[in-house]
Structure formats: structure tokens, C-alpha cells
């Protein structure tokens, strides 16, 4: 069913025929025609001969009958034209499917997503979005393609600011919940205190002593922020629509036990060395802008452990516990330099063996209009919940003027579908390493790459089939309009974009796929009616539009988007 690996082998045969060797026939879309090849042009110097004399040859050379028509343009690209008959079997294969074409991976792996990983204590904030949008899409593909997803939400729920906290809570005398009903105000009240209060900063650091040594009371009272934190992150993460539960909380607090064993086994084979006081890793390969090794610190010179000691921990136990041959963690650009120095120095102890790999799925900052980082009016932090509540208020704005006749049940739950929808989607289509600003406007367009644009889409199809009512039956996809053709030809290339999707983990890519979809329907939908055309015709064209449902809606499922038959 893929029509872009069918013409890559056709096209592979023939260059290898003329270049005696193999050749990678580099076939791509194209805007001059369905696909192009451009595999001549770096076959010329290694043959000595003009690209557009060995582009015509490869061509003739190719088994292309009932495939595609090829011809020789520019410099020596071939453009490939699909056969219509072609296009409208591949159609009706991927209709008949109820996966569209997309095949179950033939090397299932055990993959750990480590995303969101807000911080206890604190409420979720703008900066803790793009971890969590983009980790949940991640799990939700890889998980769809075959693999065993496992989510590991490493929370930050250990640490010297827990004296601090703990210290205010005991402070507080409070037995109920009510001191811990607003986080954020919370934190800032222990943080004051700690900072202006000197027998305050030393109780609460004799808590941290207590809290690792685990002194009971204090393992209470840290339980209790922990506990409250949960529920709040579980409320946030409903309201958002992304698919982590209390069973992937896998807080830093899960690894304290296995820190000292941690520092044994890099010791024991030769992995740390002592430098100003501290334990460090010195990796093979790195050094600072002096020109002298960088080191990992493994534990501090106060015998405490950091991030890197926790980290080094997790990943071991991905690997030896659970079983994992691939993990990804969900951290913004600027941690880079400490995932790399952590991996080299897991493969360096043989925690990750051949088989196994580990990436740092990396992602940029979200701006505000002024290009900086997204701040309120007042400069503070953009909550989340306030930012998703402002989402939803938007969109049920936008609904009720499309909709007027949505009853306040259906409005409610389109605006929150379209609301968070936007959100996702805005951060998802963008290249995920760069930085994008954050425009309400732009973001809850019914124009244009966004969410609410392919809700729409899809709320278009539903519309159809609607006034259809029984006598919506699709039938075969014949292919004789060209806009049927360019719908089709989209559609049959749903499986390799999530291929692609799930090797890289560009879902810009998938959102670029979706929005080509969605504009290719529109066209189709402008100049090809469908329920008025003749029966046979209008079978087809319906099957082009449930298949373009079923497409949108699985799609956007895969990012975390819902797709309301209303908007």
C-alpha cells in the first residue's frame, strides 16, 4: 500500500542497472508532479556522464507499466505521474483497512517516554507544556505502531527544597488540605521564609537530613505534598487531554534507594574520580570553553546527590528492570549537554548495551508577541490552568458563532475539543527544536495550519454524511476528477508520514501531512458535489470522504486532538 516505497524499488532497479551498484532513488512529492527523483544528479560525477543522459536511461530501463509515467526535466530529475487506476486500487485497499494502510511494526520495541515531569509542590506552568504535548503524542503513535509504551512521568518530588517545604507545612499546623489548595502560593510563602529567615533556612535544612534519612513524621508530611500535588497534576492533565494516569507517576523519590549503589558501580570500574570535593564522570569526548574535561558530578561534595546521580539511576533501570531497548526523554534544548554527558557515561558502564538506545528528544522555548519568553501582563508566569480556562472560554466563543443552534452540554464540550485542541496543535506543528510564539489568533483560526481548521474538516465530512442519512453508503473510489485524484493521492500516503513520524519524532511533519489533507478535501468538496451526483459517482465520492474522516480523526487522535462532528 505504500505507493512511495513501490516506485522507490521500480526506480531501484533501473539505477542500479545503470550505475552497476546500488543506488537510493531519492523518491520524493513533488510540485511538478506526484513524485520526482532526483538520484541522477549525484550519479553524474561518480559516472562521468550528464544526469539527464542517465536519468533518461534509467528510465527506460524501468518497470513502470501500470505504475506511473515518467519523463526526464531539468537537470535530470524524473518526474513520476501515478497511473489513475493505480491510485483509485491503492484507495480502496487503505479504505478496506481498518488501520489505513499503516502496518503493525514487525520490530515491536519496549519504549519509556519520560515526559511532563513537573516539579511537586508547584502548579504546572506555560514552560511545562511542550514536554507533555509532545510526549503524549509520542506515546500515543509509538504505542498505535506496535510497541510496548511505557510513561514515565520523572517528577520533582525529591531534594533540598523539600526541607523547605516541609519545615512551612509543619510551620502551618495545618492537619487538612487547606494550606496546600494553592500550590504556587505555597512555594512562595516557604521560599520568602527561607530566604529572610535564617533559624527558619536552618530547620529546614535539618528536614532534608530527615527526609533522606528517612525519618517517619518528615516521609509523612512529604507525602502529603506529594499526594496533593498528584491529584492537582491528575485534574490538569484531564482538562488537557493527554493520557498519563497515576500508575506513570515515577518520581525521582523511586530512585533514592539505588543512588548509593549507583556511585559503587561507576567506582568500581574506574568511572569517577574526585574533583573539588565531588565524585564526577569525566566522559570521553567532552570539555568546557577552557579546554578541560567536563565532568558529570555523580554526588556532591556535601555527599548529596543531584540530577545526574537520579537520572543515571532511571536509566539504569529502564534498561535492567523493564526492559527497555529505546527511551525518550521529553526535556527542553538547554538541558542537551547534560543528557549527552549522562549517556556517554551510561554507555561507558555498560547500561547501555548494543540494542538499546537513548535520545534526548529535545524542543525550544514558548515566545510571547515581544519575541521573549511567554510571560503575563505582570511578568509572572503563565499558569497552565489559567492559559487552557482562556483556551476554552475562546473557543466556546468561536463555536457558538459557527454553531448558534449547540445546546450548552454540546458547546461546553466543543469549546473545551477545540480549545485544548489549538494549544496542541500550535505547538505541534512547529519544527519542535525551534522556539514559536504563542497568538491566540492565529492559533484558533478556521484558516489556515491550525487545530480548528482540520476540526472543522472533519465536521465538514460529518455534515455530509448527516444529510445523507441512510443512503450513505460508500462505494468503490473511482478516480476521473482531479480533485478526486489529489485527495486520493493524499490519502494513500497516510503510512509512511507515520513512519517517518515515529523514527523522528517530528510530528511538524504528520501536521503538515493532516493540513495538505484537509486543504486537498476542501478542494475536492468546492468543485466535486457529492450528493447530487449520479449513484455510482456519488458512492464513490462518499468513500472518499469516510476515508478522509477516518484519516483526520485517526491522525489527530495520534496527537492528542479530538474531532467534534459539530463546529
Known amino acids: 500500500m505504500n505507493l512511495e516505497a513501490l516506485l522507490s524499488a521500480r526506480l531501484s532497479a533501473a539505477f542500479a542497472a545503470v550505475a552497476g551498484g546500488d543506488v537510493d532513488p531519492a523518491v520524493r512529492r513533488s510540485q511538478h508532479a506526484d513524485f520526482q527523483s532526483g538520484a541522477a544528479l549525484p550519479l553524474a560525477r561518480r559516472l562521468g556522464r550528464a544526469p539527464r543522459e542517465i536519468a533518461a536511461e534509467a528510465v527506460a530501463r524501468a518497470d513502470l507499466a501500470g505504475v506511473a509515467d515518467a519523463e526526464v526535466s531539468g537537470p535530470g530529475f524524473v518526474n513520476l505521474t501515478v497511473a489513475d487506476e493505480l491510485i483509485a486500487d491503492l484507495a480502496n485497499a487503505v479504505a478496506a483497512d481498518p488501520r489505513l494502510g499503516v502496518p503493525v511494526t514487525g520490530k515491536p520495541e519496549t519504549v519509556v517516554v519520560d515526559y511532563s515531569a513537573p516539579n511537586v509542590a508547584k502548579e504546572m506552568h506555560v514552560g511545562n507544556l511542550r514536554s507533555t504535548v509532545i510526549g503524549d503524542a509520542a506515546a500515543r503513535l509509538l504505542e498505535w505502531q506496535g510497541n510496548t509504551v511505557i510513561r514515565a512521568n520523572h517528577l520533582g518530588d525529591w531534594g533540598t527544597p523539600f526541607g523547605m517545604l516541609i519545615e512551612h507545612l509543619v510551620d502551618l499546623g495545618d492537619t487538612g488540605e487547606g494550606s496546600l489548595a494553592d500550590l504556587t502560593a505555597f512555594y512562595q510563602a516557604a521560599r520568602v521564609k527561607f530566604d529572610a529567615d535564617p533559624e527558619f533556612k536552618r530547620r529546614a535544612q535539618l528536614r ?275 480533485p478526486e485524484r489529489a485527495l486520493a493521492l493524499e490519502l494513500i500516503g497516510f503510512a509512511p508520514v507515520l513512519a517517518e513520524a515515529g523514527r523522528t519524532l517530528d510530528f511538524h511533519r504528520l501536521t503538515g501531512y493532516l493540513y495538505g489533507l484537509a486543504t486537498a478535501f476542501s478542494a475536492f468538496y468546492e468543485k466535486c458535489p457529492v450528493l447530487s451526483a449520479p449513484p455510482a459517482v456519488r458512492a464513490s465520492r462518499l468513500a472518499l470522504c469516510d476515508l478522509t474522516a477516518r484519516t483526520l480523526r485517526q491522525g489527530l487522535d495520534l496527537l492528542g486532538i479530538a474531532t467534534p462532528d459539530r463546529l
Not at 208 to 236: C, E, F, H, K, N
Not at 249 to 274: C, I, M, N, P, T
Not at 296 to 319: E, N
Not at 466 to 481: H, K, L, M, S, Y
Request: overall charge neutral; hydrophobic content about 45%; some cysteine.
Open 208 to 482: 532534608v537530613v530527615a527526609l533522606q534519612s528517612g525519618d517517619p513524621q518528615t516521609l509523612a508530611l512529604w507525602r502529603r505534598l506529594v499526594d496533593a500535588s498528584q491529584r492537582y497534576l491528575l485534574t490538569i492533565y484531564d482538562l488537557l487531554g493527554v493520557s498519563l494516569t497515576a500508575a506513570d507517576f515515577a518520581g525521582e523519590s523511586s530512585y533514592h534507594d539505588q543512588l548509593d549503589s549507583v556511585v559503587a558501580e561507576l567506582d568500581a570500574k574506574g568511572l569517577l574520580r574526585v574533583s573539588d570535593g565531588a565524585l564526577c564522570a569525566f566522559p570521553a569526548g567532552f570539555t568546557g570553553r577552557d579546554g578541560e574535561p567536563l565532568p558529570l558530578i555523580v554526588r556532591k561534595g556535601d555527599g548529596g546527590y543531584g540530577y545526574a546521580a537520579t537520572d543515571l539511576a532511571a536509566l539504569r533501570h529502564r534498561v535492567r528492570t523493564l526492559g527497555a531497548t529505546r527511551m525518550l526523554y521529553l526535556v527542553g534544548s538547554p538541558q542537551r549537554t547534560h543528557f549527552q554527558l549522562v549517556f556517554a557515561v551510561a554507555r561507558e558502564a555498560g547500561w547501555l548495551p548494543g540494542g538499546v538506545s537513548a535520545e534526548h528528544v529535545e524542543f525550544g522555548s514558548i515566545l510571547g508577541p515581544d519575541g521573549r519568553m511567554l510571560r503575563t501582563r505582570a511578568g509572572g508566569t503563565v499558569q497552565l490552568a489559567e492559559l487552557l480556562d482562556e483556551a476554552v472560554q475562546r473557543a466556546c466563543a468561536l463555536a457558538a458563532a459557527k454553531t448558534p443552534d449547540l445546546d450548552r452540554a454540546a458547546l461546553a464540550r466543543v469549546g473545551r475539543q477545540v480549545g485544548t485542541g489549538a494549544i496542541k496543535y500550535a505547538d505541534l506543528c512547529t519544527d519542535r527544536r525551534s522556539d514559536y510564539v504563542f497568538d491566540w489568533d492565529r492559533m484558533l483560526a478556521l484558516t489556515g495550519n491550525t487545530g480548528p481548521y482540520l476540526q472543522y474538516a472533519y465536521a465538514r465530512i460529518s455534515s455530509i454524511f448527516r444529510r445523507a442519512g441512510e443512503d450513505a453508503a460508500p462505494g468503490p473510489v473511482a478516480v476521473t476528477e482531479a
